[in-house]
């Protein structure tokens, strides 16, 4: 059980566009997820966290108008970088706790990896 | 705030015993985490720590000293699977997904 699924695993976009991410959990209800950002060889970084119903928290430096975080459901959070430049090349993971476990245990996606060029 | 200190890399030898080190300065304190992540994937909880003492699970170990801020992994009967990145973390509050995670420590276990 917990199993968090990413979508889509990698992705190569053009300057300027946009990328959505998805972050699903698949056997149980997240009320809460959180996205990480990943550089090589580097550790994670909590970007935001997602709430069910209402609007995502930010961590202090994050730009919440280039990270859109929408949390439309209890097994779905959606990251979408907008106008995405080679900086915003990254791993991106999103976690999520459940219940009892909420207190020690995060399940996290398998990441995707945003490239830029 | 909070932060976390850990060895950038180790290396070992297969059948070795590996401890790993992680010490932290918190605001408030809910527990110590570790996390396996092996390269290019996501990472995997291995154990957490609240109390003080020794938490085992198989082949992998993890201490804590609140008292001395201080906590430790502890790999036995290292295999080449091993070889990976291993982060400390700790939750900001009663939610683990809200974490501040160390560097990590980039293990590599040689035959």
């Known amino acids: 059980g917990a199993v968090v699924s990413q979508h889509p695993s990698w992705v190569i976009c053009k300057s300027g566009t946009s990328v959505k991410i998805e972050c699903r959990s698949l056997?149980?209800?997240?009320?809460?997820m959180f996205w990480y950002r990943q550089f090589p060889k580097q550790s994670l970084m909590l970007m935001a966290t997602s709430n069910e119903g209402s609007k995502a928290t930010y961590e202090q430096g994050v730009e919440k108008d280039k990270f859109l975080i929408n949390h439309a459901s209890l097994t779905l959070s959606t990251l979408t970088v907008t106008s995405a430049h080679p900086e915003d090349s990254s791993f991106y993971i999103c976690s999520a706790t459940s219940g009892e476990r909420a207190y020690n245990e995060q399940f996290f996606g398998p990441g995707t990896r945003l490239t830029v060029l | 705030g909070q932060s976390l200190e850990q060895p950038s890399e180790v290396t070992a030898v297969e059948g070795a015993i590996v401890q790993i080190n992680c010490t932290y300065q918190t605001s408030g304190f809910y527990g110590l985490s570790w996390y396996q992540q092996h390269d290019g994937g996501a990472p995997t909880f291995l154990s957490y720590n609240a109390l003080d003492g020794l938490e085992e699970t198989g082949r992998f170990s993890s201490f804590l000293s609140r008292s001395d801020s201080y906590g430790y992994l502890l790999l036995q009967e290292l295999q080449m699977k091993d070889s990976a990145s291993y982060f400390c973390?700790?939750?900001?509050?009663?939610?683990?997904?809200?974490?501040?995670f160390g560097d990590g420590t980039t293990l590599t276990v040689k035959p």
């Open positions: 056997d149980f209800q997240a009320t809460t």
């Open positions: 973390a700790v939750p900001f509050n009663t939610n683990a997904g809200k974490s501040t």
